[in-house]
């Protein structure tokens, strides 16, 4: 099947004390009733200049974005961008305090009306995983969690631009795979609007794909192949966005039980699954002429994503000569982690790679994520490969490979002939 594809947007930092309307017991009108007009929450960020300045008034509204469940347990909070806001009901004075890389108080709440609503709102340091209680003057404790900061801002190139043409999103379903049986996955084919058919396009292909797709999640790729194929800075470009496989009998949103043995293998079974499978199969469905030159041949994925990129780069580079990828899994799982030695031994390949990690990536039973990059930007300089790696402090994730995709797509297309 074959429709325009709409991605449900994402929710928004913004919007960040939303997910708590519930406890405040906020509720859709009943049917046949006419519906209210949508209360917007303040933001973390509003309300932490309202606090001190208008308390009563800051009040009413945490008070209408919580409820006195959240207040009473200490579990009131928000996070926009790098600012958390927490609420609690305490007839004491109440702080703020780090637990977590030896004790900080972080601030002391504000009481803010006669029945004992506490609240603060702090902006904190980026990138940085944060443990920290709600401690009464008693030396009680009220409340308290963990949480991870992190927050990059988008550029102009991951937002829509007045003027610029907008591809077109198409949804399909794949359920009859030989190379990985009894699979079914979604996946989206993008068609840029500057696509007539005349000469071949170029490809790209990324794992994960659908989540990638959505114009208002981290990575915003249709978004920012609308603005770079405008402004000449990549090729006219098709985008395959592809989930990895769900078992039989997987309910709909249950992770992917499939991911882990079709991304994180080594040899040529998924490169193949999209020379033999799908590729032909978006070529038929939508009349496409594809370019056959590797170098207009891209494959992108974070995590287990990259390394499932790199290899069918690698397995494969007379059919895809670029590799984008983000905080990629090359260690100990299913093999990845014998990349680097792999690519020092062997003779350099026509790949180019653009890739991304942070010094807060995982380390774990199966290895160093920011140790095993660094051996394969190692390795790939010890082969002059034409590559780039990003290095930041992210977590493990997409969020600063989306604020990057811009500059990362620019990188990899620098020299396409346009």
């Given at each position: 099947m074959s429709h325009r594809f709409r991605l449900l947007p994402s929710r928004s930092s913004a919007a960040?004390?939303?997910?708590?309307?519930?406890?405040?017991?906020?509720?859709?009108?009943?049917?046949?009733?006419?519906?209210?007009?949508?209360?917007?929450?303040?933001?973390?960020?509003?309300?932490?200049?309202?606090?001190?300045?208008?308390?009563?008034?800051?009040?009413?509204?945490?008070?209408?974005?919580?409820?006195?469940?959240?207040?009473?347990?200490?579990?009131?909070?928000?996070?926009?961008?790098?600012?958390?806001?927490?609420?609690?009901?305490?007839?004491?004075?109440?702080?703020?305090?780090?637990?977590?890389?030896?004790?900080?108080?972080?601030?002391?709440?504000?009481?803010?009306?006669?029945?004992?609503?506490?609240?603060?709102?702090?902006?904190?340091?980026?990138?940085?995983?944060?443990?920290?209680?709600?401690?009464?003057?008693?030396?009680?404790?009220?409340?308290?969690g963990n949480l991870k900061v992190e927050s990059y801002d988008h550029t102009a190139d991951s937002l829509p631009k007045e003027g610029v043409p907008k591809g077109t999103l198409h949804r399909h379903e794949w359920n009859d795979s030989k190379i990985f049986p009894d699979t079914r996955r979604e996946y989206a084919v993008y068609v840029p609007a500057q696509y007539d058919g005349s000469k071949p396009a170029a490809l790209m292909v990324f794992q994960d794909g659908l989540r990638h797709a959505d114009p208002s999640g981290p990575l915003r790729a249709t978004t920012v192949f609308d603005n770079l194929i405008a402004s000449g800075e990549m090729p006219v470009t098709i985008g395959l966005f592809i989930n990895p496989g769900a078992a039989a009998g997987q309910k709909p949103g249950e992770k992917p039980r499939n991911r882990g043995f079709e991304y994180d293998s080594l040899g040529d079974l998924y490169v193949r699954f999209l020379l033999e499978e799908i590729i032909p199969q978006i070529v038929a469905d939508h009349g496409l002429q594809l370019s056959d030159d590797p170098a207009m041949r891209a494959i992108a994925g974070g995590s287990s994503g990259c390394a499932c990129a790199w290899t069918a780069a690698w397995e494969r580079p007379d059919q895809f000569g670029k590799v984008l990828g983000w905080v990629g899994t090359f260690v100990d799982i299913r093999g990845a982690n014998a990349y680097p030695s792999l690519i020092r031994k062997t003779e350099r390949k026509p790949i180019r790679a653009a890739l991304l990690d942070g010094t807060n990536d995982l380390d774990n039973q199966f290895g160093n994520w920011p140790l095993a990059n660094r051996q394969m930007e190692t390795a790939l300089a010890f082969q002059d490969y034409d590559f780039r790696y990003w290095w930041g402090e992210c977590f493990h994730g997409s969020a600063h490979a989306g604020a990057m995709l811009p500059e990362m797509l620019k990188w990899l297309w620098r020299d396409w002939n346009g």
């Open positions: 960040a004390l939303t997910a708590f309307l519930v406890l405040a017991g906020v509720a859709g009108p009943a049917p046949g009733q006419d519906a209210k007009p949508k209360w917007t929450p303040p933001s973390a960020i509003e309300l932490k200049a309202l606090i001190p300045a208008k308390p009563s008034e800051a009040a009413a509204l945490i008070r209408k974005s919580w409820g006195d469940k959240a207040f009473a347990s200490g579990t009131a909070r928000a996070l926009e961008k790098t600012t958390l806001l927490v609420a609690v009901a305490s007839d004491e004075p109440v702080s703020l305090v780090r637990t977590n890389g030896g004790e900080e108080k972080l601030g002391d709440l504000v009481r803010l009306d006669d029945k004992g609503l506490h609240a603060l709102a702090v902006t904190l340091p980026n990138c940085q995983l944060l443990d920290y209680e709600l401690r009464a003057a008693s030396g009680k404790k009220l409340g308290g």
